[in-house]
């Protein structure tokens, strides 16, 4: 849909004060919490993307100690996907699994089934890839259902303003919203946020986040075989390799640590500027044909003026760094020590990190080590007890400020976060409408290889 000049600018002020709005939702008069009868406190949960994180997340909650919750239906567009996940889970958790053979769904209209299987106040997750994050969560929203949904959220700008408005809509109904931005449930790192709050490290001048590690996930693949059946399908299981799917590597692999360096300077950065390139085409499959940098380094700029450098590497036989630290006015600290937030949190003297001046460690509560299991906890604890809960609109917001850095370093110029989310470019327009049939929304040449980011050359968009 082309949208006017007027309607960009409303967008813009619209946008500004998304926070302000959100903030001042009132609960009065909204959907009324369920009651969790003695007799019947189950939580129902549907698995929506039945892969390796969607089955992670279902048995995160079949774990929970707010139980009992039990998973009755699954859905993916791939059928062996259903049946893996369903196998793993009913070994793990025999009694807790009951999807028999017609509540397991398979196609792009099962997150439908799998939902209307559920009661409102019941819970659907989402771990399919991002493209149809906005689609599921407007039908949950529509149903009354909890959400979790797994990160990255969004990869552009016309499905993040949509999701927004979504996510208010979820807030007036009174639903939970988890995102799996599972940082914000370490207890590692939400002790360290507290001390930089209470001035432990002074102002935050510069944060650092790196992701550099060897090829991963599906991000560099070889050319389509010529045997397989769908474009589209193939697409998406090779997910990471397509922008409409994923945000790529970029977004797929560095949120994490974009995400948590945000929250510790207690902001999201007003611009970026980046680079990036590829190096090595060769994989083991032949050349890959994908659509990522395979390095990349972006420069985020706070209102204040501090900067927040995150690099990204998928590169064999360099050096590998997983971690994020901030240096402040008045010492530094180590954020996440190794992956996406691994512990100890840290806090220095001065601005070197070393062991020698370190003068305050997390510690994490017996029981809590896990911020997967964390926030399921934490959820379905909101759920039970009414909480105030739902991180979808900084789940949104995370996904722009990666998308941000990302677009900076394909297009080579330097964006605000203002224009990025006044975008219009839609990565997947009509993913809601997607049949095995449709074609994929980027094609390959007569090679084989997707169109790719071209920095300086391509300006206005990433390809
Ligand atoms: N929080 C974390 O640490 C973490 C870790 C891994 C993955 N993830 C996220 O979880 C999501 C899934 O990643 P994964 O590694 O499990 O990938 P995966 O390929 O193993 O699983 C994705 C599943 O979704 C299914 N799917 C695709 N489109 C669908 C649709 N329209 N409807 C229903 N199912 C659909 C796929 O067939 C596949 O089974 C991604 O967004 C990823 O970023 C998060």
């Not at 406190?41 to 079949?62: E, F, K, N, P, Y």
């Not at 769908?230 to 970029?250: K, M, T, V, Y």
């Not at 941000?404 to 809601?432: C, S």
Request: glycine share 10%; aromatic share 10%.
């Amino acid at each position: 849909m082309t949208e006017t000049t007027h309607q960009v600018t409303s967008r813009r002020e619209f946008l500004k004060n998304t926070g302000r709005i959100a903030a001042a939702t009132t609960l009065a008069g909204l959907v009324v919490p369920r009651v969790y009868a003695a007799e019947d406190s189950t939580l129902q949960v549907a698995l929506i993307g039945c892969g390796g994180r969607g089955t992670g997340a279902a048995a995160d909650a079949m774990s929970v100690k707010q139980g009992p919750v039990k998973l009755v239906a699954m859905a993916d567009v791939f059928e062996d996907r259903v049946r893996s996940s369903y196998d793993h889970l009913k070994g793990q958790f025999a009694n807790q699994v009951d999807v028999p053979q017609d509540r397991q769904f398979v196609g792009f209209d099962s997150y439908k089934q799998a939902m209307d299987c559920l009661n409102p106040g019941d819970i659907a997750i989402f771990a399919s890839p991002l493209a149809f994050r906005w689609v599921h969560f407007g039908y949950a929203v529509e149903k009354g259902l909890h959400v979790f949904m797994e990160k990255p959220i969004t990869s552009d700008a016309p499905t993040s303003r949509r999701m927004l408005e979504q996510g208010k809509q979820s807030v007036a109904k009174n639903l939970k919203v988890g995102v799996g931005l599972m940082s914000r449930h370490s207890r590692a790192l939400q002790q360290l946020y507290d001390r930089i709050r209470d001035g432990a490290i002074g102002d935050i001048v510069t944060m650092f986040a790196y992701r550099m590690h060897a090829p991963a996930g599906s991000a560099f693949v070889a050319k389509r075989p010529r045997d397989d059946a769908s474009e589209l399908l193939w697409q998406i299981r090779n997910f990471h390799s397509f922008l409409w799917a994923s945000g790529g590597c970029f977004s797929d692999f560095y949120i994490h640590v974009i995400d948590h360096c945000c929250w510790m300077k207690d902001a999201w950065p007003v611009k970026a500027q980046g680079l990036g390139g590829r190096h090595y085409r060769e994989g083991n499959d032949g050349p890959c044909i994908d659509q990522n940098f395979d390095v990349y380094s972006v420069e985020y700029t706070f209102a204040d003026g501090a900067k927040l450098i995150a690099d990204g590497r998928c590169m064999t036989g360099c050096e590998q760094i997983y971690k994020s630290y901030a240096l402040g006015s008045k010492g530094s600290a180590v954020i996440s020590t190794s992956g996406d937030c691994g512990p100890p949190s840290t806090i220095h003297d001065g601005l070197g990190l070393e062991k020698s001046k370190m003068k305050w460690e997390s510690k994490l509560p017996q029981g809590e080590e896990n911020p997967y299991v964390n926030e399921w906890n934490d959820l379905v604890d909101a759920i039970r007890n009414d909480k105030p809960y739902n991180e979808l609109e900084r789940g949104v917001m995370a996904s722009v400020v990666t998308s941000l850095g990302r677009k900076a370093a394909h297009t080579g110029v330097e964006i605000t976060l203002e224009d990025m989310l006044a975008d219009d470019f839609e990565y997947a327009p009509g993913a809601d409408k997607f049949t095995v049939d449709s074609p994929a929304p980027v094609q390959a040449d007569a090679d084989g290889k997707y169109p790719i980011p071209q920095p300086g050359i391509i300006t206005d968009r990433e390809y």
